[in-house]
């Protein structure tokens, strides 16, 4: 069966300093991979999405990048973290067939103080 | 582009009572639809899906949705609410074809009285 993981869990940040979240797939090969954030009481927010490897759309222009260096593993980073950056960040994983749903990873509380 | 609204922000109901969350679309043709769960501090959960076919649709934990053509409607039921219900809900559409990119509506957070 396929799984998802995401880490750190938890991560709390002083503004400026950088970021990197790691996703990363089992069980499956070629997903498509998206990376999202939620903002309280605002929804999800697609920020990235890629359909294999090296291969990385922007949904939403800011201070955050994406790069998907093996199949399964998607990363997300910030040179240089923001107040507004905090948020819930979500991984997601689907097949890259038409229709089929989205898998997401427990997800990152990040907190920028 | 297409736009999901989800209308009530918060909703409470008792425990054993029915339960109805709307959700409508804005596209031009019939898009995937979708309704997914989160429980706080996790992952969204896929609770049912549309595709095509029958418009009543049977998902997990006894919910179900019914697409509505001409109200551009999914809206979510459940006959009988258990407080475990209770949790952060949202309905989601994909374009059918073209790039998947999904748009989530803001979601509507459950509240169960015991």
């Known amino acids: 069966s396929q799984t998802i993981h995401q880490w750190p869990a938890t991560l709390v940040q002083p503004v400026g300093s950088p970021l990197s979240l790691e996703c990363t797939v089992e069980?499956?090969?070629?997903?498509?991979l998206y990376w999202y954030r939620q903002a309280a009481g605002r929804g999800l927010q697609l920020l990235f999405y890629s359909v294999g490897i090296g291969q990385i759309s922007s949904e939403v222009p800011q201070n955050l990048s994406a790069s998907r260096p093996q199949d399964r593993q998607f990363i997300l980073s910030s040179k240089k973290l923001l107040l507004s950056d905090s948020g819930f960040y979500l991984c997601?994983?689907?097949?890259?067939?038409?229709?089929?749903?989205?898998?997401f990873g427990p997800g990152t509380r990040l907190t920028v103080l | 582009a297409q736009s999901v609204t989800q209308p009530d922000i918060h909703i409470t109901v008792s425990e054993g009572a029915s339960l109805e969350l709307r959700c409508n679309y804005s596209y031009g043709a019939t898009p995937y639809l979708f309704w997914y769960v989160q429980s706080p501090g996790q992952g969204l959960q896929l609770l049912l899906k549309?595709?095509?076919?029958?418009?009543l649709v049977q998902g997990i934990k006894g919910f179900e949705a019914e697409f509505k053509r001409s109200q551009s409607s999914f809206n979510l039921r459940k006959p009988s609410v258990h407080w475990s219900d209770a949790a952060e809900y949202f309905c989601?559409?994909?374009?059918?074809?073209?790039?998947?990119?999904?748009?989530f509506g803001r979601g509507t957070s459950l509240i169960v009285h015991p």
């Open positions: 069980g499956t090969s070629n997903p498509n």
């Open positions: 989601a559409v994909v374009p059918s074809g073209g790039s998947y990119i999904p748009t």
């Open positions: 549309y595709f095509s076919g029958d418009t």
């Open positions: 997601a994983w689907r097949l890259g067939r038409s229709g089929n749903e989205q898998f």
